[in-house]
């Protein structure tokens, strides 16, 4: 009897090819490596314990998400944050966000807001706790949730998209924040005025929540590492 082919490699092989991606990744949002930065392929492999194929390929796919430049003949390096990336990134999430705010209204379905309440509780817990990388996490949730509970599958397709790059400065922006706690507090207003039903409220509150991030580039020029400008 001929046994079928062997494929237990090929599943491992993907396997740590996916870890490795996810700590790229992770690293990267969390500001473990920093803007500009080299990503030196012979340095990551030895830290992850991996051959360098893996991580040509996991380098491959964040460039494709928006996080790491390549350069041939030069290398990889952590994409740098640019004016017109905040611009178009934060003018975007607030067409998507206040959008999806505007459906959940329209829904009336009260468990919608206690699993926003859900979100929020554990964000304050995490910020209590002084845990800015658990806050950074669920300040992530919070987002992806708002998108999912207004049931609307392109606008959470398109979301998925960009989703990666909101994670990344949503990071940079809360690592500068004195009290975290004021994090989570800003997402509890937002929660109160779609429970209440006002559209104008929750469109104001997102724009003056989305719009703090743009504050970001203000911060880099004042902290002497400005972000590079686009060529014309």
Request: net charge negative.
């Amino acid at each position: 009897m001929t046994l079928p082919p062997q494929t237990l490699p090929s599943i491992d092989t993907k396997s740590r090819r996916e870890r490795v991606l996810s700590a790229l990744r992770d690293a990267i949002i969390h500001g473990e490596f920093k803007p500009g930065q080299a990503l030196i392929e012979t340095e990551l492999a030895a830290q992850l314990g991996t051959s360098r194929a893996p991580l040509r390929e996991a380098l491959q796919v964040l460039s494709t998400e928006g996080l790491v430049e390549i350069v041939p003949y030069h290398g990889a390096t952590v994409r740098a944050l640019v004016r017109r990336d905040i611009e178009e990134l934060c003018s975007l999430r607030t067409v998507m966000e206040t959008f999806a705010a505007r459906l959940i209204i329209e829904r009336g379905d009260r468990r919608d807001i206690d699993e926003l309440r859900a979100v929020f509780d554990a964000m304050l817990a995490a910020a209590e706790a002084g845990d800015i990388k658990a806050v950074s996490s669920i300040d992530r949730d919070f987002h992806d949730t708002l998108i999912r509970l207004c049931q609307h599958k392109l606008l959470e397709s398109t979301w998925n998209v960009v989703s990666l790059r909101v994670r990344y400065v949503m990071a940079q922006r809360n690592r500068r924040f004195t009290d975290i706690r004021q994090i989570a507090f800003n997402h509890l207003a937002i929660i109160d005025a779609i429970a209440q039903g006002d559209l104008a409220l929750v469109t104001r509150l997102i724009d003056v929540h989305i719009a703090g991030t743009r504050d970001l580039l203000v911060e880099l020029w004042d902290d002497g590492t400005p972000p590079r400008e686009d060529s014309p």
